[in-house]
């Protein structure tokens, strides 16, 4: 039985991971926490996979705290530049395969058509910067590796911007909110499923493991604005939200300005289907109020 290491346990995409595969008996499934790899000690990665085999590694693990990272670029770059390319060397050296997430702030500047894999990237900052060499490392190190950049990536676990939404909607009876950011929300749920079904297409021979660069989110395209509105329709929120522009709520690190990426070759390559990010909203919702 394939022996897959999931990198990253205790944040969204970790923890969805987690609750998808508890169940799953087409492969065994292990699981790391800060506790069990420190990923800022490059001696506590060799040591843990010292004596360990794994026939592919997810890495889920990532510095995302985006306006710290321009205060704290040292440990940004630690975990979403060096760390990975460790990563990569030991699933070299383990001959696994190596599947690790990216981020749609690898792309900068102004863009107006939705983002290919092959969209020059120019991030704007640091942690646009650090998970773009994370990139690098990993396919110098092992150039047979799965790049999944995603987008806006919300769930029921961590802190993300559906669950400060409806935290802050509760309290408040307006709020503000950017409306020229545009992009679109990524459930969680359906990233990680969409990475399980690529893994059981592989295993079960379905699939050749097809390595490179694919984008995956939610289809649809909104705003920040646009999605709180939905946020709060959908759970009978009566907070009022009010359009604004980003220079209204000047941050230390910029956001892309439209991040809507392309899903072609994801789904070309390997069959995905994608929900709309308004359905995986009411999924998600359903199972947070339920």
């Not at 998970?131 to 806006?152: A, D």
């Not at 907070?239 to 072609?264: I, L, N």
Request: with cysteine; net charge negative; proline share 4%.
């Amino acid at each position: 039985m394939n022996k897959i290491l999931i990198i990253g346990r205790e944040g969204q995409l970790g923890s969805t991971f987690h609750e998808q595969t508890r169940e799953l008996s087409w492969a065994d499934f292990s699981y790391t926490t800060v506790d069990t790899l420190n990923l800022m000690d490059s001696s506590a990665i060799c040591s843990f996979f010292k004596d360990k085999k794994f026939d592919y590694l997810i890495n889920c693990a990532a510095y995302t705290a985006v306006d710290r990272a321009e205060t704290e670029p040292a440990v940004a770059w630690r975990l979403n530049a060096e760390a990975p390319k460790e990563l990569a060397e030991e699933a070299t050296r383990m001959n696994a395969r190596f599947i690790h997430i990216s981020t749609d702030y690898v792309f900068g500047g102004e863009h107006s058509r939705p983002l290919k894999p092959e969209t020059p990237q120019t991030p704007d900052s640091v942690y646009g910067k650090s998970k773009l060499q994370g990139e690098l490392e990993v396919m110098q190190q092992q150039p047979e590796s799965i790049i999944i950049r995603t987008s806006w990536l919300y769930s029921r676990y961590g802190k993300n911007f559906l669950k400060t939404m409806l935290q802050l909607g509760k309290k408040r009876d307006s709020l503000n909110v950017v409306f020229d950011q545009v992009g679109t929300p990524t459930l969680a749920d359906d990233l990680a499923e969409a990475i399980l079904t690529i893994l059981k297409k592989i295993i079960s021979g379905e699939k050749e493991f097809t390595p490179g660069v694919f984008h995956f989110s939610n289809e649809g395209v909104c705003s920040w604005f646009d999605f709180s509105k939905a946020i709060f329709y959908e759970s009978g929120i009566s907070c009022k939200v009010v359009p604004v522009e980003s220079d209204q709520f000047p941050t230390p690190a910029s956001r892309p300005a439209y991040s809507v990426m392309d899903k072609t070759k994801i789904r070309n390559t390997y069959g995905i289907e994608i929900e709309h990010w308004q359905d995986s909203l009411r999924k998600c919702l359903k199972k947070t109020n339920g």
